[in-house]
């Protein structure tokens, strides 16, 4: 009973912080351009949220505004639920144009209600209705929705009290996790013993864990606090799965369309899911959510999953314009490139502020964790979350001109995820306010604690 109240009592922090924050917003924005947002008050802010990754060329991307006015004055209908339009076709070419050939050759399209959660639910209905299976493996530290079994199968357990009985399906596995390694250990031995401890609880015929309906992952951890997979750990999740017959779902929410370095996470690792879940990105800043699986999963009726907005032109033109431009520009190697140099900047950073635990990501998916530098180490090293410092560096971002995001354990690590069209000269104005923030956000920690 303890250990939920004070579950709770920190999701409740979490959430005050999240409020004081909001209202120290400076006014509601009145005009956006790719990185950059003004106020009503004429300040203007650097955007290193990006819609929770959804904006990929940022703001009002000329390209993305032409195709939207394209199909406003075509004349085209603007909801048109199953029926097949040019604007629909466009959109599921150039997606199938970046998947991972092994999916694209043999895939099939859901289109889905317009957020990722309800894709995510789709992927979950055709698994099960394919294997015939109930039950679902998700791992610690995952997010995937706030709908039921998207609720289910995330990490968050304070969150997920507020659905009673809803994860009753679900087996939870240890993500690798290198700063807070559930088996101590951390690094390459951390991510096989993952591995081990999953191939093991599904072969035991006393573990307890029948073949479930699916499994799902996400390649880069978001909202758990911007985790990377090790490849080698992704691959042999690959194979635990396909020997035994499990499909393996990948959410690729947040970390698609170039975002970690790679037009797609499951890129740099080399798996080709069976199942893909996708949104965010791919309506080029409005909603839009699918699916695309093997087509040996296709066994679902017709009308097994509808949505009444699962046919947005607007979206699919704005999609399609996105897709296009990411591929023919190169922005997930841009991404690369720019993520590993911030990565280097802040690990320096890191190296003058004890209260910065880890600094890890992929891509423009990168994450700081803070820490409280004064307690004890826990008995593998790893300094226990600072929720509220955390909080303050947010506070002292902002006035400082740059916006920023807060996740993982705790609320405690700082989440970057500019636009991929983020210039040299912004990446530099975001790390200089970031070193800013933590500064004065450990000076005013000092002075408190004094």
Not at 135 to 157: E, Q, R
Request: aromatic share 4%; with cysteine.
């Amino acid at each position: 009973m303890a250990a939920a109240e004070g579950i709770l009592r920190r999701q409740a922090q979490r959430e005050s912080a999240a409020r004081t924050y909001a209202r120290s917003l400076p006014v509601v924005p009145v005009r956006a351009r790719g990185m950059t947002v003004e106020g009503a008050d004429g300040r203007r802010y650097l955007d290193c949220l990006s819609g929770a990754g959804t904006l990929a060329l940022g703001h009002n991307h000329p390209v993305v505004l032409e195709a939207i006015r394209g199909v406003l004055d075509s004349g085209a209908p603007l909801h048109v639920l199953d029926l097949a339009t040019p604007v629909k076709d466009a959109f599921t070419t150039a997606l199938f144009e970046t998947l991972p050939p092994a999916l694209a050759d043999h895939g099939r399209i859901q289109f889905c209600s317009p957020a990722g959660t309800d894709a995510v639910e789709a992927a979950i209905k055709l698994a099960t209705t394919a294997t015939g299976r109930d039950g679902l493996l998700a791992f610690s530290g995952a997010y995937h929705g706030m709908t039921a079994a998207a609720l289910a199968a995330t990490g968050d357990t304070a969150v997920r009290a507020a659905v009673r009985g809803s994860d009753a399906q679900v087996t939870r596995l240890p993500y690798p996790y290198d700063y807070r390694c559930p088996f101590g250990v951390g690094g390459e031995r951390g991510a096989e013993l993952s591995a081990r401890w999953t191939a093991h609880l599904l072969d035991d015929p006393k573990g307890g864990v029948r073949p479930p309906a699916a499994m799902l992952l996400e390649a880069v951890q978001g909202e758990g606090g911007v985790i990377p997979a090790p490849d080698g750990w992704l691959r042999r999740m690959r194979t635990i799965t396909a020997d035994r017959g499990i499909p393996l779902v990948v959410d690729e929410v947040q970390t698609g369309v170039g975002r970690t370095g790679t037009f797609w996470a499951v890129e740099r690792s080399g798996i080709v899911p069976d199942v893909m879940v996708m949104s965010k990105a791919i309506g080029g800043s409005l909603p839009l959510a699918v699916i695309v699986y093997r087509e040996e999963l296709d066994g679902w009726l017709p009308g097994a999953h509808a949505g009444t907005f699962r046919g947005n032109q607007l979206a699919m033109a704005a999609g399609t314009a996105t897709l296009r431009f990411v591929r023919s520009n190169a922005l997930d190697e841009r991404a690369d490139a720019i993520g590993a140099r911030m990565l280097s900047r802040l690990r320096g950073l890191a190296a003058h502020h004890s209260c910065i635990g880890d600094v890890r990501g992929r891509g423009l998916m990168i994450g700081v964790e803070i820490v409280d530098a004064d307690a004890e180490p826990d008995d593998y090293g790893a300094q226990p979350a600072a929720p509220h410092l955390a909080a303050q560096v947010q506070r002292e971002a902002l006035r400082r001109g740059l916006i920023i995001e807060l996740g993982g354990r705790h609320g405690s690590v700082v989440r970057l995820l500019p636009p991929l069209t983020i210039t040299d000269e912004q990446a530099e104005a975001v790390l200089e306010r970031l070193a800013g923030a933590v500064q004065a956000a450990r000076t005013t920690a000092s002075g408190a604690a004094a």
